[in-house]
Structures are given as structure tokens and as C-alpha cells.
């Protein structure tokens, strides 16, 4: 148990320390840098001042770093929070509900986004919003609720038929604080663990958006947007590609590292309920 517990910790410090630098980067950039990172020197440049050279604009591959952080991480995060809200209202109000019309009613509906490829949705909205990151966070989340609802309520299925909710409702408990006040603390690990696998697949989802033109303006300086814009170039400037690459691949395992570090029964819990999600009889 010692050594379970002392590698899960293990799991959980190297997360942190692989998350340091794009949060850091993410919440510190915007404050030491221009909102547009001016064109200081020439296309894949070495030195003259920048530490890991510059892009195809001229622009310092640091600043872009610094910068481009906010729109990578934060529009991915942004899309799983809603997701995650959106999706645990609907599969925990279904797995209470106690009626079944209105379990079909309530994630019949949502299932119909499961089998929607996640960059034609993208490529949509892309089209049809080009430029604007909140189209994408919510067309993100929109590709990521069925999943989450499917998931929760299938979580949430032992603990809202158990004896505690049966008791609870026998002592005159509201609906809403069963749901809330139990059903919703006995599922949590589960949603945390999963919201730390699905924020990694978020960022790559919104980075290869960006990659393909789909997402924010092509001068961005948005790390997906600043490995498309110089990916030409790979042997000839290999930080402006590698950087920003090697911020999105830090940030994505370190969250699965430190969620499976802390909330390892959650993660052991989430595998099984994964299996129970495509059951619809109780």
C-alpha cells in the first residue's frame, strides 16, 4: 500500500512539474507581453536577441510562447468545464429521475452528436466563425457532452438507487439534495478523472484546428497556429516548431499524470463505468 501510494505521488509531483511551464506561460505571458508580437527580426533567425530564434513573420519564438498560451490551453479548458457541467447536469438528472421517458428524453437526444467526426464540427464552425475562440470552445464541448453525460449517468446509477438515497428520500430529502448532496460527491472522482483525460484530447482537438487553418487567425500567435505557420521549416528553425509543440505535449501529460496520481480510485472507477455507459436498463 506504502508503494502504491508513493508512486501515485511520484505520478502526481511529475505531473505538477510538466504543468509549471504552460500554465505558467498561459497566466504570466499576457501580462509580459504585447497583445500582437511584433515582427523584430528576420524569418528563422538565431540570436540578435532571441533566445530560441524566430518565426516565418520575424516575430521572438519566446514571445509567442508567452503568449500564445491563453487561447491553446484556455479555450480547450473552457470547452471541458462546459462540457463537464452540461454533461453531469443531464446523465445525473437521468440516472435520478426514476422514469424512464424521461431518461430517454434527457440523453436520447444528446447521443445523436456521438458519431459526428470532431473536425468536420470543428470545420463548420471554422467556416462559419473563422477567427472567434469562443465558436470553437463551443463546438468543442458540444462533440464532448454525449460522452460525459453517458459516462456520469452510468456512475451515477449504483449510488442513485442505493440504500443512502432511498434513505434520504424516506426522511423527506429534496430531489435536488440528493442529487447534489450525494449522488453528485459519489460521482465527482470519477468526473474529475475524466475531465483530466478529456482536457488533453481537448487541446489537441483545438491545436490541430488550428493547425489546419479551421480555428484562429492564421498571425495568431496561438501555439497550434505558430507549429502550422512554421512547420515548413522544421530543419531550418526546428524552436519555432519544437517549442510551442513540446508546451502542448508538457501541458496534456501532466494533466493525466497528476489526475491519475490524485484520483486513482476515481480513474480505476471511470474505466469500469465506461463499460456500464451502454447499458440502458437499470
Known amino acids: 500500500m506504502t508503494d502504491r501510494r508513493s508512486g501515485r505521488g511520484r505520478r502526481a509531483t511529475l505531473g505538477a512539474l510538466l504543468l509549471l511551464p504552460p500554465v505558467a506561460a498561459a497566466l ?11 515582427s523584430s527580426g528576420m524569418p528563422y533567425a538565431m540570436g540578435d536577441g532571441h533566445l530560441l530564434g524566430t518565426d516565418v513573420l520575424g516575430r521572438d519564438v519566446v ?17 471541458v468545464a462546459l462540457a463537464v457541467a452540461v454533461g453531469a447536469v443531464l446523465g445525473l438528472t437521468a440516472a435520478a429521475s426514476r422514469s424512464r421517458w424521461l431518461d430517454d428524453l434527457l440523453m436520447r437526444p444528446v447521443e445523436l452528436l456521438l458519431p459526428l467526426p470532431s473536425l468536420l464540427v470543428i470545420s463548420v464552425v471554422g467556416i462559419g466563425w473563422r477567427g472567434h475562440p469562443v465558436a ?13 453525460a453517458r459516462l456520469l449517468r452510468a456512475a451515477a446509477l449504483d449510488a442513485a438507487s442505493g440504500p443512502v438515497a432511498e434513505a434520504m428520500r424516506l426522511q423527506g430529502e429534496s430531489s435536488a439534495r440528493i442529487l ?4 453528485g460527491r459519489a460521482v465527482l472522482p470519477v468526473a474529475v478523472a475524466d475531465a483530466g483525460t478529456r482536457v488533453g484530447s481537448a487541446v489537441f482537438t483545438v491545436a490541430a484546428a488550428n493547425f489546419l487553418g479551421l480555428g484562429l487567425d492564421p498571425t495568431s ?12 521549416a522544421l530543419f531550418v528553425q526546428p524552436w519555432a516548431v519544437c ?21 486513482p480510485r476515481g480513474a480505476g472507477h471511470r474505466e ?11
Open 28 to 38: 504570466i505571458g499576457p501580462f509580459v507581453t504585447d497583445a500582437a508580437v511584433p
Open 63 to 79: 514571445a509567442l510562447l508567452l503568449r500564445g498560451g491563453v487561447s491553446a490551453l484556455g479555450v480547450a479548458c473552457a470547452a
Open 136 to 148: 470553437v470552445a463551443l463546438a468543442v464541448a458540444a462533440l464532448n457532452v454525449p460522452a460525459v
Open 180 to 183: 447534489v448532496g450525494h449522488v
Open 221 to 232: 500567435p496561438d501555439w497550434g497556429v505558430s507549429i502550422a505557420a512554421s512547420r515548413d
Open 243 to 263: 517549442a510551442p509543440a513540446l508546451m502542448l505535449v508538457m501541458f496534456t501529460v501532466g494533466v493525466n499524470l497528476l489526475a491519475d496520481g490524485l484520483l
Open 272 to 282: 469500469s463505468t465506461q463499460r456500464k455507459a451502454t447499458a440502458w436498463n437499470r
